[in-house]
């Protein structure tokens, strides 16, 4: 009889199935309160820690690190994800005998504690404490266990103190300076944005406002100087899938390398009445297609290019039209056109001719000049060629400001020609009117001209670009790490001592803070004014704060040593302890924080020339071992079918969660999963479904939702599966606890004579098979939905209605090490039933202080029968597949015992068989074919010719 369950007050009542020699009993399984139960044993014996007093062959601690959350208050359910991968991967590698580093900490500066004060008039500081408080709590309640004794917070005096000194190393090596740029400036909140902050609309994210460009002095990282470090260091990350690729291409494209530039000069000329076409000047060109210099019909130069800015001084409506741009998206092809000046451009004709000569065949062009927000600064030069006929940002512009004017066409397709109607992008070859013979491939065309340029006297040179741009860390908020920095009238920029870190913040009174705006800081002076460290003369502090990726861009390193007062870290802690084994957080920061962490560890590595991290001579700076980047969790969302207005939940009618209809309608309403958001009134709170299902079950629905890279769609009435699984295994684990083992005969686990094909031999086989799949998944962290798939599969085999008990060391042991599988999942699941399955052992040992199973100690598991997975297919499309003995491949009618073996012998077999319509299916079967080297078995119905011919053809 299946078990039946009933629920009471809270506890679901099992009915076990058990065999005539267990005594039948109810079982009660309450999730919550087994959550509560081991996490007062967890926290009291610091399980956390996971320290097992030695380390492994190493000396190296696995250190499995998620990335750590802004306390804003409350966890949502990428959080959960996140933390229950991380916790999953350390108890993992602690249960294989490792010490392990599994620590927690808070990125608590930010704007969110700032805007609390504004709204509010609390204290950022006391707002941050007590979200954090709150935030710990749900993190135990998740079942996760961390090394609270490591904990920190970057807004801690103790922690930014040492994020002050970095930035002085940084300042020290030169690469830390100020200067001036354009940032986004919301008016009414007087603070600077990140261009995440601003919408598409070019509005601030927060007060509505329309966001201004200005102008200020800020102080900037030059991370450009390692952009070349930084690339080839993805070449080792990608090694063995370390890194998923999509990261390393996204890193990759943001560096944006491009080897095929060629910088040169080209004189500028003066035109203004009275002037005899003067020279002014030169302008350097960079261009990346330098064969297309002949189809040249502009020069763009960015706003921000000196000559723009030197005539701007001159002439109003050109800094007006550089005022009005800075409000312009980033992809306006507006522009100004200067009218008095022309760039001297050369034309080169013959080319590819043997008689070519470039100094006579060539003439001279002069080409208009604009001011065009489209040419960016960092890159390149800031000025380009401009040619409309060859690439499409130049097409646009052109067709704009000169529509009657058309594009020069002049590399064409190897055949045929180009579509006159758009620019034709690609490489090619250059026509030849007179001789088509010589029509020069791209590549052999940009090496003409490069001799030619230089033959001339421009200067041309292969340059290398990068898109990356220097890292602009100047904040003008409160809530951050001061910059050390104070400024005097004699000396100028002068670091603080190290002996006088931290620069503390000050603390604020609720009447400077709360319903103002800008930054409080400045408004400060007896804490601005100060005296020069150089001169003792008069002098102010630097009211900037630093990007919270500054604060984040270490905070690995610290996590190895953090309690040292003087320095950020020993060389001989992280050198003990790095690089981060495994490290685990959402993909949306596979660009940023990924980089600039990077960036600093590199930097670290060659401070001074005397390494803090790694020592090795030949080890690369890298950080981070393997990344694990899950993706996100969507919500459930409801919208109306003819407005798309989101709806809430009190609107929708979920009596039939099957057919929701909408409350005001009766319509049905549209159903996607989105991201999570209080807009779209699509989120979850972990805590709810904690509270209701317990944390385990949480846990274990969201690895068997989805696979960790991908996101996951969260659908609360799905995980109503992994609660019947963990019921199954309950039910085993107390069949198994009635099986009267000595003490001895478990100690030794010897699993003697055990006959082919015997139930206990494919039991045994069945847990050493999920033993291997399981191990390999999640040493690489990998695949964590098909480990719980596994453990389910495995249980199933268990939970049968008798074994005989032919051997019942076999079924007590094969039990013993599912639990012991499936505790860094469920782990509180797993205690109580490893402790049901010894109850006469009175001194608590938690299950994650003995080892991950092993199958070589077990006696009888060498000589299993190895086995293959065969999979059975109907005209080509997979049906199921299974685990069967291994089979001789070239045995006589092997498809028809194949077909047998897999339809009567094999669980799977027997269940998809026994379904309706399926038999006869069977019995229309007209041939059947083995592929794939045996391990598949297609079975082709009657009337199926064309299958058949195909089969054939392919000689499966």
Request: glycine share 6%; proline share 6%.
């Amino acid at each position: 009889m299946r078990a039946s369950s009933l629920t009471h007050k809270g506890w679901i009542w099992l009915h076990p199935r058990v065999s005539s020699r267990a005594a039948s009993t109810s079982v009660p399984l309450d999730f919550p309160s087994l959550d509560r139960k081991w996490q007062k044993i967890w926290a009291d014996t610091k399980l956390g820690k996971f320290d097992r007093k030695k380390n492994d062959e190493r000396g190296h601690a696995k250190y499995v690190l998620p990335m750590f959350p802004y306390p804003s208050g409350s966890l949502h359910m990428g959080h959960i994800r996140v933390y229950t991968i991380s916790d999953v991967v350390a108890r993992f590698n602690y249960m294989r005998g490792s010490n392990v580093i599994h620590p927690m900490g808070w990125d608590a500066f930010g704007l969110p504690a700032e805007n609390a004060a504004i709204e509010r008039g609390v204290d950022p500081a006391e707002w941050t404490d007590k979200n954090i408080e709150q935030m710990k709590g749900q993190l135990q309640a998740m079942n996760g266990v961390w090394d609270w004794d490591r904990e920190l917070r970057t807004s801690d005096p103790s922690y930014y103190k040492h994020t002050q000194r970095i930035f002085l190393m940084l300042r020290e090596a030169g690469l830390a300076y100020q200067k001036e740029a354009l940032v986004n400036w919301d008016p009414i909140d007087q603070t600077v944005l990140a261009n995440e902050q601003v919408d598409a609309n070019g509005c601030s994210w927060r007060s509505g406002a329309k966001v201004e460009k200005r102008n200020l002095k800020q102080w900037f990282l030059a991370i450009t100087k390692y952009a070349e470090n930084l690339h080839v260091g993805l070449d080792a990350l990608q090694k063995d899938n370390s890194w998923p690729s999509r990261v390393v291409d996204m890193q990759r494209n943001w560096l944006g390398k491009s080897e095929t530039g060629v910088q040169f000069e080209l004189d500028v000329m003066d035109l203004r009445s009275g002037l005899q076409r003067a020279k002014a000047g030169t302008v350097e060109l960079y261009t990346t297609r330098l064969d297309t210099l002949n189809g040249a019909q502009f020069v763009a130069l960015s706003l921000r290019h000196p000559i723009v800015q030197y005539h701007a001084v001159e002439d109003v409506k050109l800094q007006e039209f550089i005022d009005a741009a800075k409000n312009l998206p980033p992809d306006s092809k507006a522009g100004f056109k200067i009218q008095h000046l022309k760039v001297r451009a050369r034309t080169f004709k013959n080319v590819g001719l043997t008689r070519w000569n470039y100094k006579s065949d060539v003439k001279f062009s002069l080409l208009p000049v604009y001011a065009a927000p489209y040419v960016l600064d960092g890159v390149g030069t800031g000025a380009v060629m401009g040619v409309p006929a060859h690439d499409s940002r130049d097409w646009a512009f052109w067709a704009l400001h000169e529509p009657r004017k058309s594009p020069k066409f002049v590399i064409s397709p190897e055949k045929g020609y180009p579509d006159w109607n758009k620019p034709y992008t690609e490489k090619g070859v250059m026509d030849h009117p007179t001789d088509q013979q010589a029509r020069l491939h791209s590549d052999d065309v940009s090496k003409a001209f490069m001799r030619a340029l230089n033959g001339l006297g421009h200067k041309a040179v292969h340059k290398t670009s990068w898109r990356l741009h220097d890292w602009l860390i100047s904040r003008q908020r409160y809530w951050g790490a001061p910059i050390p920095i104070i400024h005097c009238s004699s000396c100028g920029a002068v670091p603080v001592p190290a002996e006088d870190l931290p620069v503390e913040l000050p603390k604020l009174s609720p009447d400077l803070i709360h319903g103002r705006t800008g930054n409080p800081l400045e408004k400060l002076d007896d804490w601005i004014n100060t005296s020069c460290p150089k001169c003792s003369g008069p002098a102010k502090r630097d009211t900037d704060t630093m990007d919270t990726f500054m604060d984040s861009a270490w905070y690995y390193f610290r996590f190895a040593d953090p309690k040292n007062l003087q320095i950020p870290f020993t060389r001989s802690m992280v050198e003990k302890t790095l690089p981060v084994d495994f490290y685990i957080g959402g993909v949306e920061h596979a660009i940023l924080h990924l980089l600039y962490a990077r960036f600093i560890a590199k930097f670290l590595a060659s401070h001074r020339g005397s390494k803090w991290w790694p020592l090795q001579a030949n080890a690369i700076a890298e950080p981070f071992k393997k990344l694990v980047a899950q993706g996100m969790v969507h919500g459930k969302t409801y919208s109306d079918p003819y407005t798309g207005r989101f709806l809430k939940p009190d609107e929708v009618d979920l009596s039939n969660p099957k057919q929701p209809k909408i409350i005001a309608t009766g319509e049905t309403p549209n159903i996607t999963f989105e991201k999570m958001s209080k807009s779209k009134y699509n989120g979850v709170d972990p805590a709810t479904c904690i509270d209701k299902f317990g944390a385990d079950v949480t846990r274990a629905h969201m690895l068997f939702a989805a696979p960790e890279s991908e996101v996951l769609e969260w659908e609360e009435e799905r995980i109503a599966g992994v609660t019947r699984w963990l019921h199954r295994l309950w039910r085993v684990v107390h069949r198994a606890a009635h099986i009267n083992l000595g003490a001895a005969q478990e100690a030794q686990a010897r699993i003697p004579g055990l006959e082919p094909n015997s139930k206990a031999q494919k039991l045994l086989q069945a847990t050493k098979t999920t033993h291997s799949s399981v191990t390999a998944k999640l040493e690489a962290a990998s695949g964590l939905n098909t480990v719980v798939s596994d453990l389910i599969k495995l249980t199933n085999a268990l939970d049968i209605d008798t074994i005989g008990f032919e051997n019942e060391v076999t079924y007590h042991t094969c039990t013993k090490a599912l639990v012991k599988m499936v505790a860094p999942l469920v782990p509180a699941f797993a205690e109580e039933a490893w402790q049901t399955l010894h109850p006469n052992n009175t001194d608590y040992k938690s299950i994650f202080e003995y080892d991950w199973p092993n199958f070589d100690n077990v006696e009888g598991s060498a000589s299993l029968p190895s086995t293959r997975t065969c999979v059975l297919m109907i005209n080509g499309k997979k049906k199921f597949a299974a685990e069967i003995p291994d089979y001789d491949t070239t045995m006589p009618k092997l498809g028809r015992w194949l077909r047998k073996h897999l339809l009567e012998e094999t669980e799977e077999g027997r269940e998809w068989a026994s379904k309706s319509g399926n038999a006869v299916l069977l019995s229309r079967m007209k041939d059947c074919f083995v592929g794939k080297g045996g391990n598949v078995v297609n079975l082709v119905l009657k009337n199926d010719r064309n299958v058949v011919r195909k089969l054939k053809e392919e000689n499966v």
